[in-house]
T-cell receptor
Framework: KQEVTQIPAALSVPEGENLVLNCSFT??????LQWFRQDPGKGLTSLLL?????REQTSGRLNASLDKSSGRSTLYIAASQPGDSATYLC?????????????FGKGTLLTVNP | DTGVSQDPRHKITKRGQNVTFRCDPI?????LYWYRQTLGQGPEFLTY????????KSRLLSDRFSAERPKGSFSTLEIQRTEQGDSAMYLC??????????????FGPGTRLLVL
């Protein structure tokens, strides 16, 4: 059974700081890995999707890396802003017939202080 | 707004009552998913539709839960004889087509259920 762990559970940083969120998964036979953002009481917004054959993806100030063999991914946020405050969720799908089914971590609650 | 929509956004009910939630996916998305998220946890997969066919149900979906997508467009999730443990956010997501590593799931705002 795939298990996804996110560290740290919560992180508080001053505005402008660069930061890294970590995600690990137990089964390396993944189809893809996604990072989502969730604001309090709201749904999820997809930030980045990394295919199993890729090593990283970038979007603006966000960069996500994937090391499938070690079962790890990181989300790097550059020059953090108060508007980045949210919960960040990592999710993986397994290769094979159920590649549509996402397994999520519990998330990292990020607070960026002005 | 052309995103995934869910109705209602909030529902408070008494234990033992039945509730029904609706999800309208993005137009022409043929895959639809339901997830449940409890406080402090990530979403957990419940069920998946491709067009009108329900292709997988998680063991989390007990006999009290039923989901339908009768015309391959909107979907409903019904919970019968609600229990306090059913209190959660119910999230719906959709994707445009099968078989692409590039597809991402587009999530709705969720329905927050509180069972008293």
């Amino acid at each position: 059974k795939q298990e996804v762990t996110q560290i740290p559970a919560a992180l508080s940083v001053p505005e402008g700081e660069n930061l890294v969120l970590n995600c690990s998964f137990t089964d390396s036979a993944i189809y893809n890995l996604q990072w989502f953002r969730q604001d309090p009481g709201k749904g999820l917004t997809s930030l980045l999707l990394i295919q199993s054959s890729q090593r990283e993806q970038t979007s603006g100030r966000l960069n996500a890396s994937l090391d499938k063999s070690s079962g790890r991914s990181t989300l790097y946020i550059a020059a953090s802003q108060p508007g980045d405050s949210a919960t960040y969720l990592c999710a993986v799908s397994l290769s094979g017939g159920s590649n549509y089914k996402l397994t999520f971590g519990k998330g990292t609650l990020l607070t960026v202080n002005p | 707004d052309t995103g995934v929509s869910q109705d209602p956004r909030h529902k408070i009910t008494k234990r033992g009552q039945n509730v029904t939630f609706r999800c309208d996916p993005i137009s022409e998305h043929n895959r639809l998913y339901w997830y449940r998220q409890t406080l402090g946890q990530g979403p957990e997969f419940l069920t998946y539709f491709q067009n009108e066919a329900q292709l997988e149900k998680s063991r989390l979906l007990s006999d009290r839960f039923s989901a339908e997508r009768p015309k391959g467009s909107f979907s409903t999730l019904e919970i019968q004889r609600t229990e306090q443990g059913d209190s959660a956010m119910y999230l719906c997501a959709s994707t445009p087509r099968a078989g692409s590593e590039l597809e991402t799931q587009y999530f709705g705002p969720g329905t927050r259920l509180l069972v008293l």
